[in-house]
């Protein structure tokens, strides 16, 4: 049984950095392609970024590019991002996932970690 937890969560003030990680156990752990989600208080789930397993093929959204990054571990088991010039809107529960393919919907993933908050005060 895969299980994946992230660590890193915090609070910070805005224009601070965090960086978060996941890392996955277990026996059966494949190649898969890794996602960060967020979710804040009554807002849906929504992408933050996908890598793929090799970590060549990469995924952002659109108003999140150039603030975070997401990065594989040599041992691919780990995944981590990197969020810079955070803001108040950041603010959010943060989620790490596991599925096959690097896309943003939240149901083409098959593993979900417990989740990290982030909290960036003003």
């Known amino acids: 049984q895969v299980q994946l937890a992230e660590s890193g969560g915090g609070l910070v003030q805005a224009g601070g950095s965090l960086r978060l990680s996941c890392a996955a156990s277990g026996r059966t752990f494949r190649s898969y392609a890794m996602g960060w989600f967020r979710q804040a208080p009554g807002k849906e789930r929504e992408i933050v970024a996908a890598v793929s397993w090799s970590g060549f093929a990469t995924y952002y959204a659109d108003s999140l590019k150039g603030r975070f990054t997401i990065s594989r571990g040599n041992a691919k088991n780990t995944v981590y991002l990197q969020m810079n010039s955070l803001k108040p809107e950041d603010t959010a529960v943060y989620y790490c996932?596991?599925?096959?393919?690097?896309?943003?919907?939240?149901?083409?993933?098959?593993?979900w970690g417990q989740g990290t908050q982030v909290t960036v005060s003003s």
């Open positions: 996932a596991a599925g096959d393919h690097v896309v943003a919907d939240a149901r083409r993933y098959d593993l």
